[in-house]
């Protein structure tokens, strides 16, 4: 199996969580993403559908195939696509290294929050590449766990951080797949590519942020590595109690601040005799 | 003396430096600032006139008083801006902690670059406010330099990297201070604190910015610490070459990537009535 082991789990708090980062980052990340009447877009890795209903919603009028490794994750997304009446979205459970569709098959591709979990992500860019029609876009938006940084900031506080890159590092991860977009897209031969940071700020002029960002998406993403972090000794438990104790103080007025940065890069398939 | 002994120095090569900054960041950092005609501004700390110049340009209209401690700077500063023919700018010399300007004296007030330096932020915040008319804002630019991450990213660029914030600390500064702006604008009492992240990003679709940016200002400051950084045995000269050499490297093509964030933040000095 080539994708290493999802590191934030696929437990019923885990799908939550990644159901209020999609909402709290919505409008930043896929804002400026809709695709065409009639076109044909492939999302890679869909995972419980968190960007599905989005993708979906910002394009009615595209046909949608999206793909995930896990049939578990697959059941979540559907239900999650039933409850919200949409039409336009086609599941079905495949491996991004052995895609079951003929070459040239999709018009755009989409992928969002997957790479990171990708021992080969060239090589999954590559296979991605094969079923996109010359001309077509590939999208892929990362987190980058290196661009985060908040005041007030302790050691603990780091350290609980850090531990999150550790455990990724661990599975055959790369949760500082952000900055690297441009290269990885350039490796597997896209054109044209640009890279956008999206970064999120947090101060206490913006409650709403704090609470749906800080507070639902990523303080629960780091509590969730809490067993694996002690378990490979990279912390211990005294450490980590109050390194998530001061992470919660970075989500609160009247001092606290907070920041994070995704990249959303784009690039094209060109035909072989512009290559 | 209340300001921290001057990180970068006052040499030739670092005045180049901050000029190949502001120009690399320019609109960036200031395309939105502009003061109307007939106001009266304060830049606080203007060293050698670096931001002086663009927002002299970006407000031809208004009259600028330019002040620093270091009379040397002033003195730079004015060639400038007399090379410049900029006609609205009058410098003096005079300490943050000791205005010689009357109560409530300026429309607007500036500052860039400059809180980072001080040891008590706050305290200068409070004594710029008190020659600020009530209902003038105050605009302040600072870089953070927990901001910065690159790829590649080799431990010893990073131990480089570091080097420049520990030894920023030794001189009691603090350059994490972008982070903090809404905290310490609040703390001194101005009203509508917002606070916008400035992020640059570079990879080798914009040589233009990694040349300007990334070789020209940021590479320089971190190779301006080299002295101070091995005194203070926070690195081996061996570490240290290695991690400048692979500064180099985040700003060649075709992998290197390089991201850095300023922070720009504005507050209103609002009536005793309304505080």
Redesign the interface.
Request: with cysteine; hydrophobic share 20%; proline share 11%.
């Given at each position: 199996m080539l994708m290493s082991h999802y590191v934030h789990g696929y437990s019923e708090r885990e799908s939550e969580r990644l159901y209020d980062q999609a909402n709290a980052v919505r409008e930043l990340l896929h804002g400026d993403t809709d695709y065409p009447t009639g076109s044909e877009v492939l999302e890679a890795g869909c995972g419980v559908g968190a960007q599905t209903v989005i993708l979906a919603k910002s394009s009615p009028d595209a046909q949608i195939t999206s793909i995930d490794i896990s049939l578990d994750s697959i059941d979540k997304a559907k239900d999650l696509i039933n409850k919200e009446g949409i039409l336009n979205v086609h599941f079905r459970q495949a491996d991004i290294f052995a895609l079951p569709f003929e070459e040239e098959r999709f018009d755009h591709i989409f992928l969002c929050f997957v790479l990171e979990h990708l021992q080969e992500p060239v090589r999954a860019l590559m296979e991605l590449r094969k079923v996109l029609k010359t001309g077509g876009s590939l999208t892929v938006i990362e987190g980058?766990h290196?661009?985060c940084?908040?005041?007030p900031?302790t050691d603990e506080a780091l350290q609980a951080w850090h531990c999150l890159i550790q455990v990724q590092a661990h599975l055959n991860g790369n949760s500082?797949v952000g900055?690297?977009l441009?290269?990885l897209l350039?490796k597997a031969r896209f054109h044209n590519?640009?890279?956008?940071?999206r970064?999120v700020?947090t101060?206490?002029?913006k409650p709403k942020l704090m609470d749906g960002f800080v507070k639902k998406t990523i303080i629960p993403m780091v509590e969730g590595i809490e067993k694996q972090a002690l378990e490979l000794k990279l912390i211990n438990k005294t450490s980590w109690n109050k390194g998530i104790q001061d992470l919660h103080k970075t989500a609160m007025p009247?001092?606290g601040?907070f920041?994070y940065?995704f990249f959303k890069g784009i690039g094209i398939k060109q035909s072989l005799k512009h290559v």
């Open positions: 980058d290196g661009s940084y908040f005041y900031q500082l900055r690297q441009f290269p350039k590519v640009k890279i956008s940071p970064m700020y101060d206490s002029s009247p001092d601040t920041c940065t």
